[in-house]
């Protein structure tokens, strides 16, 4: 079993910035991607930033592009996302997620096996 823990939300006014944190724990499992999604109220949970494990490759999302960096930390089983010049429109609960092996894009829900349990971010205006 897996087990996906993210930290580092919180409130945050308009043009300021976070740094979302999720730890990876359970029995040592190979990955291919890891990602992190958003959930607004009433809306899809969307795809927000990938990273593959291997390498580093980087993918974002149109919306967040050139504000939002995921990285990743090998050593510590880790991966970041730090947000910058945060919207209202990034509120949302942001989850982590952790896909095993190749199986496709990196974008949608369903080519992650395990998800972490969310953290909530709120930019006011």
């Known amino acids: 079993q897996v087990q996906l823990v993210e930290s580092g939300g919180g409130l945050v006014q308009a043009g300021g910035s976070l740094r979302l944190s999720c730890a990876a724990s359970?029995?040592?499992?190979?990955?291919?991607?890891m990602g992190w999604f958003r959930q607004a109220p009433g809306k899809e949970r969307e795809f927000v930033a990938a990273?593959?494990?291997?390498?580093?490759?980087?993918y974002y999302a149109d919306s967040v592009k050139g504000r939002f960096t995921i990285s990743r930390d090998t050593a510590k089983n880790t991966v970041a996302l730090q947000m910058n010049s945060l919207k209202p429109e990034d509120t949302a609960v942001y989850y982590c997620?952790?896909?095993?092996?190749?199986?496709?894009?990196?974008?949608?829900?369903?080519?992650?096996?395990?998800w972490g349990q969310g953290t909530q971010v709120t930019v006011s205006s």
């Open positions: 997620a952790a896909n095993l092996y190749y199986s496709g894009s990196y974008s949608p829900r369903g080519t992650y096996d395990y």
């Open positions: 359970g029995r040592t499992f190979s990955r291919y991607y």
């Open positions: 990273i593959r494990w291997s390498g580093g490759s980087t």
